[in-house]
């Protein structure tokens, strides 16, 4: 049985701390290549706010809770208002290696980047299948690290764009 197509639309998660630091994640599939957070939508109507809580969720282990929500009291939750829409997007050609995965003739993905502020001490639970390692880094190293040029740019972004938060 063929697998979907993956949704040319997708989120791109610069998890940060309050001090600036960068968590990056090294793709299983190619040593070396370190990122964010990403992932494209499951539906075409899926929100990107839901895209983004559930890529976290499965490439970290971070819960972004809403107000009451199942995993709100949890270590390795933090609160929704956490996460920040940054209103910038990002259009790229699909790097050759992975265009087997989008439908035929789909060369180009449009990224929507979050950003979202978590304690330094929080717990990071790796999906193996996905990811081998995660490093903690100032953010102009963890713009020097990554693969991508889009994750790179908005990694620079983080002083301005950066989620201010009390709790």
Not at 20 to 34: H, N, Q, S, T
Not at 106 to 111: D, L, M, P
Request: charged share 25%; proline share 7%; hydrophobic share 40%.
């Amino acid at each position: 049985m063929h697998k979907p197509y993956k949704i040319p639309e997708s989120v791109l998660v610069v998890i940060h701390t309050a001090e600036l630091e960068v968590l990056l994640i090294e793709r299983a599939d190619k040593a070396g290549y370190w990122q964010s957070v990403t992932g494209s939508k499951d539906a075409e109507d899926e929100p990107l706010r839901q895209t983004a809580v559930r890529e976290v969720f499965e490439e970290t282990g971070i819960c972004v809770a809403a107000e009451g929500g199942a995993c709100a009291a949890q270590e390795g939750s933090v609160p929704a208002h956490h996460l920040r829409d940054w209103q910038l997007t990002n259009v790229y050609e699909i790097y050759p290696v992975w265009r087997h995965r989008y439908a035929p003739g789909v060369v180009k993905n449009t990224e929507h980047v979050f950003g979202l502020l978590v304690p330094r001490t929080m717990p990071i639970t790796l999906s193996p299948r996905e990811h081998v390692a995660h490093a903690w880094l100032p953010y102009r190293e963890a713009a020097d690290r990554c693969f991508s040029p889009s994750n790179a740019e908005a990694i620079l972004q983080l002083p301005h764009y950066r989620t201010h938060c009390r709790n």
